[in-house]
């Protein structure tokens, strides 16, 4: 949508009821109701259109619709994926610790494993990996400043290729480590 359309398209409701699996667990976007074409000559200024907790902080300060939104909520998505449930209070608790000087304590005395979903096994070896490189990134997508965020063409990229071994046991892993 943002790199394979001309113009590109921001769908600005990505979230997990937009979210569909088919048979073979593929995903697809649906829901295109808020979506925006971007002008790329004249400026993208538009009324809030989403879900709150996933809408990119800079919509309510803005307004302007780029496609840095839907990489945000992108990040949520995937957290909540992972945490079993959405990721706003994490997210809140976090971002309140960068503005402080207890970013370093806050974010390294959380432990990924504990924000996991609980229902599941812990993840072990190659799962492991995986879990770890796949919040890693989420947490990039949710910079609080679109520009540090990456394209959806860099995460889907990034999550393409062969990752290596952790450095680390899974356990002593903190998100201090994954914001770095």
Known sequence: MHHDCSPPIVHRDISCKNILLDSEHNAHIS???TAKVLKLDSSNWSLFAGTFGYAAPELAYTMEVNVKCDVYSFGVVTLEVIMGKHPGDLISLLWSSLSSLATTSTAHGILLKDVLDQRLEPPRNQVARIVVFVAKHAFAC??????????MQQIS???SIERSPLSEMFDEITLGHLLV
Not at 142 to 151: A, D, I, Y
């Open 31 to 33: 829901d295109f109701g």
């Open 142 to 151: 949710l910079e609080t400043n679109p520009q540090s965020r990456p394209t």
């Open 157 to 159: 990229r990034e999550l």
